[in-house]
């Protein structure tokens, strides 16, 4: 069986929240979860502080963190821009730089300033300046299963856009469901129709639900020959520039019963686990 990878989205649960969390605190829960064990932490992002005022202290965040002594567990930081690019790659405890490429015109343009030509130029960027500071660059298909503003959708699309980027050397791809919009049978069938047509790239899904759809989406993805799945612990977060209402990130807890079931749990400290879930009335009250 293909090895599983959690990607843990603490940057994705707090990046909307409004009351700003301490750095400190950041600093105490993300160190928690570094002793878990997870494949990837999604720990921050490098964005302009007026459009994400809760990822100002990035920097400051990462520097204290005690990555050295936790390697089994990749830092990845997202970035649209080459001024956040530049930053990310040059901070030595970060491992992966994500960036998001919307499937839609208008998510594209709320979310990075960018058209959807500008978004995919800029991948050329991002590959040639990850792989010259050794980073591996992680594109999320945001929109990946449709969006809430009418425009045209087709799993063929995410196929198109998914082969231009491996093109410019992209291996990791992430289906993104931005706003919570897909049905488990969708997710399925574009989730399999991709890892089909690219076989090569590790696929992720990075998706949200309510409370009820998370563990049938999980399974959908799963069924689909998916291994590698974003969450957050909680269930906290959505993407704040979409223009509809939140729908919360997949909580880990589900996504690791699911794992369990299924005999696939990858090996995680279960002490440290409950210390981050412990922590969690403190992150976000």
């Known amino acids: 069986m293909t090895e599983v990878q ?5 940057r994705d649960a707090w990046q909307g929240l409004s009351a700003f969390i301490p750095t400190e605190i950041k600093v105490q829960y993300l160190t928690a ?4 064990g997870f494949h990837t932490l999604d720990a921050g992002s490098f964005v302009s502080p007026k459009a994400v005022p809760q990822m100002q202290d990035t920097e400051a965040v990462l520097s204290s963190l005690p990555w050295e002594t936790h390697r089994e567990t990749g830092i990845l930081v997202i970035v649209v821009n080459r001024k956040g690019l530049d930053q990310a790659v040059r901070h030595p405890a970060v491992s992966y730089v994500g960036y998001p490429l919307s499937l839609s015109e208008t998510f594209q343009r709320q979310n990075a300033r ?3 030509a500008e ?5 050329d960027e991002l590959v040639s300046i990850c792989t010259e500071y050794q980073k591996t660059p992680v594109v999320y298909l945001s929109m990946g299963f449709g969006n809430p503003y009418g425009e045209k959708y087709s799993p063929q699309e995410v196929i198109d856009t998914a082969y231009r980027l491996s093109e410019k050397g992209i291996s990791i791809l992430s289906l993104a469901d931005t706003v919570g919009v897909a049905a488990p049978d969708l997710i399925y069938q574009v989730t399999e129709a991709a890892i089909q047509a690219l076989p090569h790239i590790t696929w992720g899904v990075h998706l949200h639900a309510t409370p009820q759809e998370a563990y049938p989406k999980i399974a959908a993805a799963w069924a689909a ?3 590698r799945f974003d969450s957050a612990l909680g ?5 704040p520039f979409a223009g509809v209402p939140l729908v919360s990130n997949i909580r880990t807890e589900v996504l690791l019963t699911f794992l369990r079931e299924k005999n696939a749990l990858p090996p995680l400290n279960e002490f440290a686990l409950l210390e981050a879930q412990s922590l969690l009335p403190m992150v976000f009250k």
Do not use: D, K, M, W
């Open 119 to 123: 978004a995919e130029v800029f991948v």
């Open 114 to 116: 960018q058209s959807r």
């Open 225 to 227: 020959g998916c291994r």
């Open 6 to 10: 959690i990607i843990e989205c603490p």
């Open 33 to 36: 979860l570094l002793r878990v």
């Open 235 to 239: 269930g906290y977060g959505g993407c």
